[in-house]
């Protein structure tokens, strides 16, 4: 049994005003919350379904096998638009990305993304990139380390674990988990590890690099936003602030207008922007907070296409 719970679930899926013969796209399937919550309200509509772990994928499959309305397609979000067009899909009424990793992901010791516990470096989403943590750690210099928990993670103390990782590798390979965190944790004072565990930063920017994460979510913004229909709705749940920043900066690049226009008693059509921001950040309730503590960090924004 799976147990995993979507965040901002209904805040998501009423944001979306689901059409019951619209068609829709689950950027992130992973186990089915968002995507089954969809297909209650979808009679004649179709809903397709991005995802790139083996394992989600085929629970999903199992769990939606005598549902007709799913196509589940095995493929990065980044390539949203090709994988649709193969199928003839070139419009679409919303799409919903929930980025981050699924607790499913983090809980399973083997696929090495946690902190807690112990396996050998990994946090491939797909597991068939050659790419891993493990070659990030024991292959990238000083240089190039410090610079993605600089970039990636926001790592105050970036140059020292940096050293201290190219420094532990001159003796031997750094093969684990909680192998790392040791390191992290002998590079950075110990008042740095008393309001968060010393390597969750790292552990981020890490798995941002293995995946691409930041490029490719850029890329499928874009591609989204040029799919939807007019009054589709596009909806990004975040989990850390590099995520929202491109969210938010490319909601507002798409729904800008010029202050002189903004004057007019009436906006011509033309003069329109693509997007109109529906809910700028929402954040998760009390009770949310409560029964999920995972949702801590989760903000979801959401846009309706206006123009296009």
């Known amino acids: 049994m799976i147990m995993h719970k979507s965040v901002l679930l209904e805040e998501t899926i009423n944001s979306l005003n689901i059409k019951d013969n619209g068609i ?22 179709k809903l397709f379904a991005f995802d790139q772990d083996d394992y989600a994928i085929n629970y999903s499959k199992e769990k939606f096998k005598d549902n007709n309305n799913i196509v589940i397609i095995k493929s990065n979000f980044s390539n949203l638009k090709n994988e649709l067009n193969k199928l003839n899909i070139d419009k679409i009424d919303g799409i919903i990305f929930d980025l981050g990793v699924s607790s499913v992901q983090l809980d399973k010791a083997d696929r090495g993304f946690s902190f807690h516990n112990d396996a050998r470096l990994d ?55 909680l192998e790392l965190v040791d390191i992290i944790k002998s590079a950075i004072p110990y008042k740095a590890m008393r309001d968060v565990h010393p390597a969750r930063r790292v ?53 800008q207008i010029d202050n002189e226009i903004k004057k007019l008693p009436e906006i011509p059509y033309e003069f329109l922007p693509t997007l109109e921001i529906v809910k700028s950040k929402i954040t998760p309730s009390i009770k949310e907070l409560e029964e999920n503590n995972r949702a801590r960090s989760s903000k979801l924004r959401v846009a309706k296409k206006i123009k296009g």
């Open 24 to 45: 829709y796209v689950d950027a992130t399937l992973g186990y089915g919350g968002h995507s089954g919550e969809i297909l209650k309200r979808l009679k004649k509509g």
């Open 123 to 177: 946090m491939r989403m797909d597991r068939s990139n050659k790419l891993d943590a493990h070659y990030v750690v024991n292959n990238y210099d000083k240089d190039t380390l410090c610079d993605i928990f600089r970039k990636y993670g926001e790592e105050k103390y970036a140059y020292s674990i940096a050293c201290k990782i190219v420094e532990y590798r001159k003796n031997k390979e750094i093969d684990t988990t």
């Open 203 to 255: 552990f981020q920017a890490i798995r941002i690099e293995v995946n691409n994460e930041l490029v490719v979510l850029e890329k499928a913004l874009e591609d989204a936003i040029s799919m939807l229909n007019k009054d589709g709705i596009i909806a990004v749940i975040t989990f850390h602030s590099l995520e929202d920043k491109i969210v938010k900066n490319i909601f507002r690049k798409y729904s």
